[in-house]
Structures are given as structure tokens and as C-alpha cells.
């Protein structure tokens, strides 16, 4: 086999959010293949073979690429609507024009979300794609064609709800799928999808929407269907006082011990929002290794309250960041998450001792690596981890007269991205797609957006 072709990286500054976040004020970083072979202070040592490249990267910082925990990729084409109203009022709004989404509506709704992510820094994506209307074709399919097409790594949360108005859930009766077809579908998803390897591109999660749209019955039996395929279990879990509400009256207890009774709770699984946890759930998600998606914008938007972050991470629950879909983020960037989680945590009980730069590049990078369950792969630079990492460009305008680039990165404005490669592979160019044409995306996001709104006015 022909050696490994070798990139190098050099005259940069280098956060490599490792378990010491050690970090080189000049550095440089050697790539070999899809992998990191070495990195350290100063110039790449002399004498390298197989270089086939060589980045000066004077004015860069260099961090491990930004995961994303937490996504609706179809509410693309759904953003700006219903703009003035709380979680459970917005979806009661949305899902009647989401029952009508197809393949097509969601091929483009993916392009758009990945392509707003991966040209922001985020070189692993995630969707939780919960909506699968009868006949609407293979969506599962077009959307991990479209995360494969830009060259982003890429978890499927394959979702499922069967729990509708009839049933006492929030979704329309024809927006739901059967119990059975759910796990069918899912189980046939993970099988053709799924790939367990270490520089695995494209893997599949179980995840059942939330507590008010899916039967007791199909989140027990999905935790079995993920333990017995050996993937991961995501879903949605204490996003507001509503749900919680909800919770008491439908199952006699809070979210947190009905996720626990389900089989629900485990180092398999990663849940998104948990903004409403006391202290005896947070104990119980550090108990037992339960993951948090970290949705800072979301939750302001849809005034959902403030997750205890701080709290989670002296507890030991592992955190990473999520845009969330975007019909409740219309910004669609990870980046800039960075920031607001920063900032939103500091308005919360611990005031300026909640986060700092450092943790919240962390939660954006290793954080989220190992919520997915991947951070023996990616979310830090170290030899041997796959080469998956950001050049954020802070010498312009925006950050050049602060002096820490971490403290720029996360408290300036966002940070132009120079290149971003993805498995050893370049995906974006000075703010650009390479794999993709963002113009063509737009267009056909403006037109399937009109399309779905056309035929939601039909009723
Ligand atoms: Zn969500």
C-alpha cells in the first residue's frame, strides 16, 4: 500500500480542547491520510515524505471541527413562522404543514442545513428526523445521501411518533406512523446505514421523538431495538415547564424518571434540552452516563428557560451544543453557539462563573464528539484521531485586536472559516462549499419551501 500522502499545517495557533486543552500559540499540524499523525509547538519537523501539501496558516486558529448534536433538518423550509409562541403552541402550528413534507422537500431541507453548518466549522452533523408521512418516498435516503454528497460526517437519528391527538400526544392522527412500522423502519435503517467503524461517515441512532408524541410502549421498545443493533438512543427530554406538566398527568411522574422507567437512561444515550432538571436528575443523567444536546438558541427562542450547564458538567454529564432544527433557530449555525451558549448560561444562577471561552469551545467540540459517541475518534486533536478540523481565520477586522484567540473564537463575532476538512478532506474554501454550489442550494430551498406552503394552504 502506497504511504499515506501527508498535509501540513504550520504558523498557527492550535486549540487542540485535548484533556489537558493543551493549546500552542505557534504551531503546527502534520495530517496523514484521513488522520492526525502529529502536531506540536513551532515549525513541522524537517524531512517529511509524501507532503502533498503545505498550509500557511499565519493569522489561524486551528480547533478540532464542530459537532452538532442536535438538528431538524427538514424545518429548513419551514423557518421564520410561528415566530411569537412557545413550544408547545409553535408545534401544534407546524406540524400540520410538516405531515406534508416528501423526498424531495427533505433532500433540499438537508442541503440547506448542512451547508449553513458545514461552511460555519461544523464537520460533524446530526439529524433527528422524526417525520415520515405515508408515501413520502425514502427520506431517510436522501437525507444521508446529501450529508455524504458535502462530505460531512454525518448520525441519523432515525425518529419515529406514535402517540397522537387520539392518544392524549401533540401531532395530528395522519402525521404519526404505527408502533410496529416505526421499529420496522428504523431497524431496516440502521441496517442498510449504520456503519460501527472507527472513521465511520455515516452512522444511525433510535430516536422516538419526545414523551408527548410517542407511546410508552415504543420508547421501551425502542432502547431494546438500539441495545440489540449496538447504536445509540437520542431523543427529546425536559425542554419546558409544559412538558413536564405533561409528564405528571400522563405517567404520574417528571420526565427525567419516566425516561428512567423506559430504559431511557444509559452512556448510550444523548437527550436534547434538558433545560427543566433538578438536582436529583442531574445526578441521575452523571449516574448513569446519559448525554445532554445543549440548544442555547432554541431554548431562547421558543423561551423554554435556561439548562443548568454548569451543574451538568461539575456533575459529570458529558454536553455538547446543538443548533436544533431551524424553524426554532432560523440561523442555522453552530459557530455562533459557541457564543450564546456562553452568554445565555451566564444569565442563568451562576452568573459570570458559569462558562468560560474554554468550555464553551469544548462543549462545541469534544462535548458533543462524546454525546454522539465518537470521542475516541474525533472533538480533539491528538495523533491517531481522525483529521477533522478548522481553520478559523482572526486576523481581519472582527478579531484581530484581541489578543487570546480562544476568548476571540468564542466572544467575537463569527469567525470567517479559512478551510475545514472532513476525514482528511477539504469541504469548505474561504466561507465556501467545495462539493457543493450554495447559490443552486438556496434557490431550490426558496422553492420547496414555497411548494410545502402551497400544499399545506390546501389543507
Ligand atoms: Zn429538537
Not at 444569565?347 to 464553551?360: C, F, I, M, P, S
Amino acid at each position: 500500500m502506497a504511504a499515506d500522502r501527508r498535509t501540513v499545517i504550520e504558523n498557527c495557533s492550535i486549540a487542540t480542547v485535548d484533556a489537558q486543552d493543551t493549546e500552542y500559540g505557534n504551531g503546527h499540524v502534520v495530517l496523514a491520510g484521513n488522520r492526525i499523525e502529529s502536531l506540536g509547538a513551532g515549525r513541522a519537523p524537517d524531512g517529511l515524505e509524501n507532503v502533498e501539501r503545505r498550509i500557511d496558516a499565519t493569522g489561524h486558529l486551528v480547533t478540532p471541527g464542530l459537532v452538532n448534536t442536535h438538528h431538524h433538518f427538514y424545518q429548513w423550509i419551514t423557518r421564520g413562522l410561528a415566530t411569537d409562541h412557545n413550544l408547545f403552541d409553535w408545534l401544534v402550528a407546524l406540524y400540520p404543514t410538516w405531515a406534508r413534507i416528501d423526498e424531495q422537500m427533505v433532500r433540499a431541507a438537508a442541503q440547506g442545513s448542512l451547508a449553513m453548518m458545514a461552511r460555519g466549522g461544523v464537520t460533524t452533523a446530526m439529524d433527528h428526523h422524526y417525520v415520515f408521512p405515508k408515501g413520502s418516498g425514502d427520506l431517510s435516503g436522501a437525507i444521508i445521501g446529501a450529508a455524504r454528497d458535502m462530505g460531512v460526517r454525518f448520525t441519523l437519528a432515525r425518529g419515529s411518533m406514535d402517540r397522537s391527538e387520539k392518544d392524549g400526544g401533540l401531532p395530528p392522527d395522519f402525521a404519526v406512523e404505527t408502533l410496529e412500522g416505526a421499529l420496522a423502519a428504523t431497524e431496516q435503517t440502521v441496517g442498510q446505514h449504520h456503519d460501527a467503524s472507527f472513521d465511520a461517515m455515516t452512522q444511525v441512532a433510535v430516536a422516538p421523538c419526545s414523551p408527548f408524541s410517542v407511546s410508552t410502549e415504543l420508547m421501551r421498545q425502542g432502547a431494546e431495538l438500539a441495545r440489540r443493533l449496538g447504536v445509540r438512543l437520542h431523543t427529546h427530554g425536559s425542554e419546558t415547564v409544559e412538558e413536564e406538566k405533561f409528564c405528571h398527568e400522563l405517567f404520574g411522574m417528571g420526565p427525567t424518571d419516566y425516561f428512567e422507567s423506559t430504559g431511557w437512561l444509559g452512556e448510550d444515550v444523548w437527550m436534547a434540552h434538558c433545560v427543566h432538571m433538578n438536582d436529583s436528575d442531574i445526578d441521575a443523567f452523571a449516574r448513569t452516563g446519559t448525554g445532554v444536546a445543549h440548544c442555547p438558541s432554541s431554548n431562547a427562542r421558543l423561551a423554554a428557560g435556561i439548562a443548568r450547564v454548569p451543574d451538568m458538567l461539575r456533575a459529570g454529564v458529558p454536553v455538547g451544543l446543538g443548533v436544533d432544527g431551524t424553524a426554532s433557530n432560523e440561523s442555522g449555525e453552530l459557530h455562533t453557539e459557541l457564543r450564546n451558549a456562553l452568554l445565555i448560561n451566564r444569565l442563568g444562577a451562576h452568573r459570570e462563573a458559569a462558562l468560560n471561552a474554554r468550555q464553551a469551545l469544548r462543549l462545541g467540540t469534544h462535548g458533543g464528539a462524546q454525546v454522539l459517541g465518537r470521542a475516541s475518534q474525533i472533538g480533539s486533536l491528538e495523533p491517531g484521531k481522525l483529521a477533522d478540523l478548522v481553520l478559523w481565520k482572526l486576523d481581519t477586522l472582527a478579531h484581530a485586536s484581541i489578543a487570546d484567540p480562544v476568548t476571540a473564537l468564542v466572544f467575537g463575532a463569527a469567525a470567517p472559516v479559512t478551510a475545514s476538512l472532513v476525514n482528511g478532506r477539504q469541504i469548505v474554501e474561504d466561507g465556501r462549499l467545495l462539493h457543493a454550489d450554495e447559490d443552486a442550494i438556496a434557490r431550490s430551498t426558496r422553492e420547496e419551501a414555497q411548494r410545502l406552503a402551497r400544499i399545506a394552504a390546501q389543507g
